[in-house]
């Protein structure tokens, strides 16, 4: 699923968990109250991140997906490609 955020004053809206370094791939931890994904609806606590911005996120580190996270604040927008189990 491919889900397009704008970025508010509190960021995107959810916390990422995982990375290579924990053996596991990135993922969704919660979705903030309020915040840009909860007010999306598509993004779900436990759902994997991807991509980022079509760049290829499996297998990546916690410390790059919060990067790439980071750049696309920058730019106010995020485009996720996301697996849910």
């Known amino acids: 699923m ?3 955020l704008i970025r508010q004053e509190t960021g995107f809206g959810f ?6 370094e ?3 791939q990135v993922s969704v931890g919660y979705i903030v ?3 840009s994904a909860h007010i999306d609806g598509r ?10 911005d079509n760049e290829c996120v ?5 410390r790059r997906v ?11 927008r995020v485009k996720l490609m996301i697996r849910r189990k």
């Open 58 to 62: 499996l297998g990546a580190t916690h």
């Open 2 to 4: 491919n889900i397009d």
């Open 22 to 24: 924990e053996g596991s």
């Open 43 to 52: 993004l779900k606590p436990k759902d994997e991140i991807i991509m980022i």
């Open 66 to 76: 919060v990067q790439l996270m980071t750049i696309a604040g920058l730019n106010r």
């Open 33 to 35: 109250s309020d915040g």
């Open 15 to 20: 916390r990422i968990v995982g990375g290579e």
